[in-house]
């Protein structure tokens, strides 16, 4: 069975061992010692940790994550990092891709003018123009009469 | 410099093509079809985008296949319950529901992605000559001699 503790802490346990032996409660005069302006108001002003800035910075870079990966930063932090190395590594994939889908469309315009993609690529060199697929398959897109004067002009030379 | 999306959404307008499937071997039909459903046949052709064409197919009842695969052939799936594995051979499917061969066909030569169930929507199976689509076709012929320019 506890005794009251005292207010003083350390004084705690001496009442807990001596029970006869009464400890005085220290008087409310005492914290006039310390008045509340002197000590500084604890809720006025929060101190913002170091961590939760970078928390902060990590989270912003989540947003429209799936899930915990949006909100909590333990997730997070693992999700932004993998979302940079796919940034990473896609940005040298991206130009393979932009290759890959030029000569898809090249040899879509292409089949459409009688001729394939793997005929037509020879013939260019053998007609010595340099435009590369990118530009081929933007004029194929969007210019069909100049791409069809290229392909006049690879087929005259072919003969 | 280009974009590489030429095609928007909103400004694709398909081509309506007609084939004729009869006597036509299955296999190497779906494989001229496929194509024409995933726009590869296009210079604009997007990946990301839904730039196929629309194909209608009459006769699908009249349809081939080489070798002994109307009766050798078997069509495998399951109903998910147990012991649910069912199978049909290419002659039943012929009685019950003909077109059905084709489009099975077709759509294993799609891309497997999430744009290949509007892809197969463009594909409209009729199992007789006669279609509903007159007014949409404007005398695109056969395509197996080949797309116009």
Request: glycine share 6%; hydrophobic share 40%.
């Amino acid at each position: 069975m506890l005794r009251i503790m005292s207010r003083v802490g350390g004084a705690a346990l001496s009442a807990w061992r001596h029970p006869n032996h009464v400890l005085p409660l220290a008087p409310r005069a005492a914290w006039q010692a310390f008045p509340p302006s002197a000590v500084g108001s604890a809720m006025a002003q929060q101190e913002r940790s170091m961590a939760s800035k970078k928390h902060k910075a990590v989270l912003r870079q989540t947003k429209g994550y799936r899930g915990r990966a949006k909100n909590c930063f333990t997730v997070a932090v693992r999700r932004l990092q993998k979302a940079l190395q796919y940034a990473y590594r896609d940005r040298k994939q991206k130009k393979r891709d932009m290759r890959t889908l030029w000569i898809q469309r090249v040899g879509a315009a292409s089949r459409q003018h009688g001729m394939s993609y793997n005929q037509l690529i020879p013939s260019l060199n053998k007609a010595r123009i340099e435009l590369n697929r990118k530009v081929l398959a933007d004029i194929a897109a969007t210019e069909p009469y100049s791409f069809r004067a290229v392909m006049d002009t690879v087929r005259s030379v072919k003969q | 410099m280009s974009v590489a999306n030429v095609l928007l959404r909103r400004s694709h307008r398909p081509m309506w093509h007609l084939v004729d499937a009869k006597d036509q071997i299955v296999g190497r039909l779906a494989t001229q079809i496929a194509p024409l459903l995933v726009g590869k046949h296009k210079p604009t052709y997007s990946p990301n985008v839904a730039c196929g064409d629309i194909v209608v197919v009459i006769n699908a009842a009249d349809v081939q296949f080489t070798g002994k695969k109307w009766t050798d052939k078997v069509y495998r799936w399951h109903s998910g319950y147990p012991g649910g594995l069912k199978e049909r051979t290419p002659k039943q499917q012929l009685e019950r529901r003909p077109e059905e061969i084709l489009r099975r066909a077709v759509m294993g030569m799609l891309p497997k992605n999430k744009l290949r169930s509007r892809m197969i929507l463009q594909l409209k199976i009729y199992e007789g000559p006669a279609h509903p689509h007159e007014g949409d076709l404007r005398g695109k012929s056969n395509i197996l001699q080949g797309p116009d320019d």
